[in-house]
């Protein structure tokens, strides 16, 4: 079980926006700076957001991040059939003393 | 353009042992830290071990905590995993990752490899 809990599904239609929710603790996600990957199928995991909210360059605008508490969500909107993948939250823990991901979300576009 | 390739993945009997290397270039080396991190077949990333630009901080994970031992050679642009009295439970998919910092803490991975392969059977 993650220290850090996602839906394990999530879906929507193209064009939609969808929400991709992450929920923690204080020695966590309350704690620390989020991450965001997308794991597209076969291929490996490419950031998304960092710092909570900033996108890397060559990362959509229609890609966002926010940090509420110990809770964090992934915004995407103008959903596309390419953006269906797998999706991963990640953070320090501080009372761990390690890297912590969510269990990740699989995005359907449907 | 900044590349991770990974390399010394294969199959290894339970309790052998296996050194993992990871070959950077396109970024100064020297100026990040540098993560593993493993996926089980059809299962989530978990992240192993991380390390400092200078190998001053090193992190486990406890899963791994005084099997495996992660080190670094900047003059090498290279990273290393040294895996000890491997398990069954340690057969995933290995990615070398850069940090985005100088340190392991805190501040996430920005950029990975495409990993190699373990594989722990008899």
């Known amino acids: 079980q993650s220290v850090l809990t996602q839906s394990p599904s999530a879906s929507g239609t193209p064009g939609q926006r969808v929400t991709i929710s992450c929920s923690g603790s204080?020695?966590?996600?309350?704690?620390?700076?989020v991450y965001w990957y997308q794991q597209l199928p076969g291929t490996a995991p490419k950031l998304l957001i960092y710092?909570?909210?900033q996108r890397p360059s060559g990362v959509p605008d229609r890609f966002s991040g926010s940090k509420s508490g110990t809770s964090a969500s992934l915004a995407i909107s103008g959903l596309r059939s390419e953006d269906e993948a797998d999706y991963y939250c990640?953070?320090?823990?501080?009372?761990?003393?390690?890297?912590?991901f969510g269990g990740g979300t699989k995005l359907t576009v449907l | 353009e900044v590349q991770l390739v990974e390399s010394g993945g294969g199959l290894v009997q339970p309790g052998r042992s296996l050194r993992l290397s990871c070959a950077a270039s396109g970024f100064i080396f020297d100026d990040f830290a540098m993560h593993w991190v493993r996926q089980a077949p059809g299962k989530g990333l978990e992240w192993v071990s991380g390390i400092s630009w200078d190998s001053g901080s090193i992190v486990y994970a406890d899963s791994v905590k005084g099997r495996f031992t992660i080190s670094r050679d900047n003059a090498r642009n290279s990273l290393y995993l040294q895996m000890n009295s491997l398990r069954a439970e340690d057969t995933a998919l290995y990615y070398c990752?850069?940090?985005?910092?100088?340190?392991?803490?805190?501040?996430?991975?920005?950029?990975w490899g495409q990993g190699t392969t373990v594989t722990v059977s008899s």
């Open positions: 990640a953070t320090w823990d501080d009372s761990l003393s390690v890297w912590v």
């Open positions: 990752a850069k940090g985005s910092e100088v340190v392991p803490v805190s501040y996430g991975m920005d950029v």
């Open positions: 710092r909570n909210n």
């Open positions: 204080s020695s966590n996600i309350g704690d620390n700076y």
